[in-house]
């Protein structure tokens, strides 16, 4: 349950050079997190390495929450579980007071798992099992719904159980205003009107009027919310502001044709953020300059507000589910020069790869690299920093980077979002360790695979044992 007292006050340490509240180059010139020392880190749990800052998380929340409840009366903020779905991340946000987005039947169970207030958490997904269903009716969570016999299948559930279900509808917002409005292309190409149109989410404003006529003449239903999302990478407040404008929009809609007006809206995640370095995650647009979530929250805050005076519609609570803006900062990958080869350009071999930071396969200026033993040093070289697999493995192209020799460690800022949670096992690498870091304190939060989790899991028929290996007794 929401335990307000846990949360403990934060104090940023001092660094020569920052690149977030809670790391920088610290006392020795190498990069620390908090208070300690990456290449201590490294040494002692091994790399591949994700390193977590709980305190950079709680500050990243706390400014989120701080810029929305000025400009809003009533917000919940809730944290994309799926972005970094470790069971200490999660105990870390409940102290904080935060909710949940989660997706699917395990999803869902790890959050309930780690203790987070059921009420405070949403059932996203275009295609919910039985079991899922299930599990988020007995707990009590919101189900946003996202296809038209969905309603039924809860209404099933839920009377079998002899439980009311919460739900929420998942809208396909229209976005008119963005046809010509572009974010990155990391879903494909296309506007952002085009993107959201293209994919699989959301209801028509047709079929959400008929799910509401229809749930308000079930017993066991509870409309609570409207709910959207669209994963975009544009930070340009602007954009959101217009989703934001129309939920409300669609609120009047609702009023007008089904007789119910949503007492929540829900606005999804998609933001991002901006670094002096200028990567993060939109590259070259993101920068010291990049708009902040204060900007955030004044524009989608505002739109909402005016919207909703000029429907004569009452403020609705307000939900947003960030992920990568929370999660992201607060963690690096680091990992250990291995073989470094000179040739057309420079190779730096590591032992960290695209399985690890999966996104850096996709856009590959994504993470901004650091060394980590003097972290200050002069660049000198132009480097290309890969990985040990198969493929071209490439995690940063063309980076500048003080000389790099076997043994050296190299870290990836701002990779504590996606990276763990969409970590894969191609050539049958094993996953990483997970650390966390509290001021000066360190502990295991994820154990390193081994061996035996990735060939434990095959299995060989008796057909092909017997071919190999069973003797012929004819013979
Ligand atoms: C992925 C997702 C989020 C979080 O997105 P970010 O880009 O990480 O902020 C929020 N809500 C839903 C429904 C999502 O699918």
């Known amino acids: 349950m929401t335990n ?25 010139g190498n990069l620390w997190v908090d208070g300690c020392d990456v290449a201590e880190l490294a040494d002692r749990y091994g790399t591949p390495l994700y ?23 009533d917000v919940e903020i809730l944290f994309a579980n799926k972005s970094n779905n470790g069971l200490a991340i999660r105990h870390i946000f409940n102290q904080e007071g935060a909710g949940g987005d989660c997706f699917g039947a395990q999803e869902m169970y790890m959050a309930l798992l780690a203790g987070t207030d059921p009420s ?46 919460n739900l929420g509808i998942r809208l396909k917002l229209d976005l008119d205003p963005l046809h010509d409005r572009h974010g990155v292309a990391m879903h494909g190409p296309g506007t952002l009107k085009q993107q959201s149109d293209s994919t699989k989410w959301g209801m028509t404003r047709e079929q959400t009027v008929e799910i509401v006529k229809r749930a308000l003449a079930m017993p066991n239903m ?35 044709h089904a007789g119910w007006t949503p007492p929540t809206i829900d606005i999804g995640g998609g933001w991002t953020f901006g670094k002096w ?46 992920g990568r803006s929370l999660s992201g900062p607060a963690g690096i990958a680091v990992g250990r020069v291995g073989a470094v080869k000179d040739g057309a350009k420079k190779w730096v071999n590591l032992d ?7 996104w850096a396969a996709v856009l590959d200026w994504y993470y901004h690299a650091v060394p980590v033993r003097d972290a200050g040093a002069e660049a000198t070289e132009t480097v290309d920093l890969v990985g040990p697999l198969c493929n071209s493995d490439e995690l940063g192209p063309h980076r500048k980077m003080p000389p790099l020799e076997r ?11 996606y990276t763990e949670s969409s970590a894969a096992r191609y050539n049958a690498q094993l996953l990483p360790a997970t650390v966390l870091v509290t001021g000066s304190a360190h502990a295991l939060i ?20 017997a071919a190999s290996f069973a003797r012929d007794e004819a013979a």
């Not at 307000?4 to 020795?28: D, K, M, Q």
């Not at 920068?287 to 609705?316: Q, V």
């Not at 154990?447 to 092909?464: N, T």
């Open 51 to 73: 390193v977590i800052s709980e305190n950079q998380l709680r500050h990243g929340y706390r400014a989120f929450r701080d810029a929305f409840r000025r400009h809003y009366p």
């Open 222 to 256: 509870r409309l609570k919310e409207t709910h959207f999302h669209l994963s975009r990478m544009s930070n340009d407040p602007a954009d959101f502001a217009v989703m934001a404008r129309e939920m409300i929009t669609w609120s009047g809609h609702l009023r007008d």
């Open 277 to 322: 370095y200028g990567t993060g995650p939109n590259g070259q647009l993101d920068d010291a300059n990049a708009p902040t979530p204060e900007d955030y929250a004044r524009l989608c805050c505002t739109a909402i507000k005016e919207e909703a005076e000029r429907l004569g519609l009452p403020l609705p609570k307000l939900r947003l589910e960030p």
């Open 352 to 358: 960290l790869s695209t399985n690890h930071l999966s």
């Open 4 to 28: 307000h007292t846990t949360a403990p006050t934060l104090t940023p340490p001092e660094y020569s050079t920052s690149f977030g509240e809670y790391v920088g180059i610290g006392p020795n």
């Open 120 to 165: 405070t958490l949403v059932l996203n997904g275009s295609n919910k099992q039985d079991d899922e269903l299930e599990l988020a009716i007995a707990n009590g969570l919101c189900i946003n719904i996202d296809a038209m016999d969905e309603l039924d299948r809860i209404d099933a559930i839920a009377t079998r159980l002899g439980r009311t279900a």
């Open 446 to 465: 994820t154990e390193r695979e081994q061996l035996k989790d990735v060939a434990g899991r095959f299995r060989v028929p008796p057909h092909l044992l």
């Open 407 to 417: 043994g050296d460690l190299v870290a990836f800022l701002d990779a504590g979002g």
